[in-house]
Nanobody, 116 residues
């Protein structure tokens, strides 16, 4: 059974930092390009960062230079370090395969709120 569990979300002030994590089970994690997606209220879910098994990364323009994606294949975990956060970063954050999320992999996500 495939399971992706996101954690680490919360409330952060503008300009602050937060790291979210996603632990995978039921898949051969190292075979997948992994990505972080987010869905803000009233908007479609979007891919914001992705990382290959070897560590090559790619970012969406809205987070480039502020967010860093990383992974630990031994722990089946992918991370997203978010710095210089803005209110526009408020969303539910999900991990999944990239660049297209596998419908079987979506988890519950983790809520991130940027507000003073």
């Amino acid at each position: 059974q495939v399971r992706l569990v996101e954690s680490g979300g919360g409330l952060v002030q503008p300009g602050g930092s937060l790291r979210v994590s996603c632990e995978a089970s039921g898949i051969i994690f190292s075979m997948y390009v992994m990505g972080w997606y987010r869905q803000a209220p009233g908007k479609q879910r979007e891919l914001i960062a992705q990382i290959t098994s070897g560590g090559s990364t790619n970012y969406g323009d809205s987070v480039k230079g502020r967010f860093t994606i990383s992974r630990d294949n031994a722990k089946n975990t992918v991370y997203l370090q978010m710095n210089e956060m803005e209110p526009e970063d408020t969303a539910v954050y999900y991990c999944n395969s990239a660049p297209i999320g596998n419908p079987r992999f979506w988890g519950q996500g983790t809520q991130v709120t940027v507000s003073s």
